[in-house]
């Protein structure tokens, strides 16, 4: 990509407050059950966590559990119900809106339905540069968009091409390109491989390894599968029904999990030893998910829990400090 598109790293220069800081983030939704009746889904409740400059925040959890719509209220592509986003150390609000837009982006998970199929992949690219005004005139677009494809691995002579004539992994390239076409320092990455095949889904997470490098990038990389995100994340969050229950480096996370959820997620991640899976204990958990909707009382995962207690019907546990930097939501640990 030419030098004049590349936004410049200063290091030396940078702030120490974090780039992103998401805090007690709620986003309900009011959901009919009945004549005249509504109650409100709790999809996001009370979540705060900071995202460094050039770091990958990996979010996981089972499907349902909010981590899309943490990604998309933290953008305000939906309203926040309640709490604060701060970028760069400015509250994200009404008249900031446009430039936390232009500065932060977000690949969505299905290549598919996430490009327009009546506009060509150039034009693709190149709406976010139009919105915001990027380039000075219609040759220094189409250099741009060139330029970006070229970056994601796409020829830039495909750009008069429409999505339909892409395989999965080149339209999440595509994707990718459109994220990164107004010169972004954050990016939520909602899923980006899970809808393609193994073997493109180690390119593309590679990918955008290199592009966090070359144009120190930082991520909130959502996912649910654990062994992709220990890949890319240097700190793993884990969400249970709208709660953030646990959060800490993903080396310290996999070796030290303290909250009952995620050994048991980390139990179930396939080994490739015959041997070590055998040896393996895999926690199932009883019981379904419960509604969130109509969520039990004090803790959420109360009800699937072999060490809950009186207490834990009670109350709703707070994140705590467990060891350095490494928190949990759990009243028996």
């Known amino acids: 990509m030419s030098n004049e598109n590349t936004r410049p790293v200063d290091m030396e220069n940078r702030s120490e407050h974090p780039l992103v800081e ?3 983030l709620k986003e309900y939704f009011p959901i009919t059950t009945g004549f005249l009746r509504t109650t409100m889904l709790k999809a996001v409740d009370d979540v705060s966590f900071t995202i460094g400059r050039a770091e990958t925040l990996g979010l996981v959890g089972e499907s349902g559990c909010g981590k899309t719509t943490v990604g ?16 760069d150390g400015k509250k ?13 982006q977000m690949v969505f998970q299905d290549p598919y339905s ?7 992949v150039g034009d693709i690219v190149a709406e976010p540069i139009d919105v915001h005004g990027l380039c000075k005139n219609k040759h220094e677009r189409s250099e741009r968009v060139h330029d970006l494809l070229q970056t994601v691995g796409i020829s830039g002579e495909q750009a008069s091409r429409y999505a339909h004539e892409f395989s999965g992994g080149q339209r999440q390239r595509i994707g990718i390109a459109r994220a990164l076409a107004s010169n972004p320092e954050f990016i939520v990455c909602d899923e980006p491989v899970s809808a393609l095949d193994v073997s493109i889904q180690a390119q593309v997470i590679n990918m955008l390894e290199d592009l966090q490098e070359r144009f120190h990038l930082s991520y909130l990389f959502i996912a649910h599968d654990l062994s992709v995100v220990k890949h890319i994340s240097q700190r793993i969050a884990v969400m249970y029904l709208g709660k953030m229950v646990e959060l800490a480096s993903s080396v310290e996370l996999h070796r030290h999990p303290v909250h009952p959820y995620t050994i048991s997620l980390l139990s179930a991640v396939p080994m490739p030893d015959p041997q070590k899976a055998r040896a393996a204990h895999r926690i199932v958990l009883q019981g379904d998910v419960p509604s969130p909707i109509h969520m039990p009382s004090g803790c959420p ?11 834990c019907a009670q109350s709703c546990p707070p994140m705590r400090e467990v060891s350095p930097n490494h928190f949990a939501a759990c009243h028996n640990l």
């Open 22 to 24: 998401v805090r007690n």
């Open 72 to 87: 998309r209220t933290l953008l305000h592509l939906y309203k926040p119900t309640g709490g604060e986003v701060f970028f």
């Open 92 to 104: 994200v609000a009404k008249d900031t809106l446009r430039e936390f837009r232009r500065r932060a």
């Open 114 to 120: 996430s490009l327009n199929p009546r506009m060509t």
């Open 301 to 311: 995962f109360r009800t699937r829990c072999n060490r809950a207690t009186a207490e």
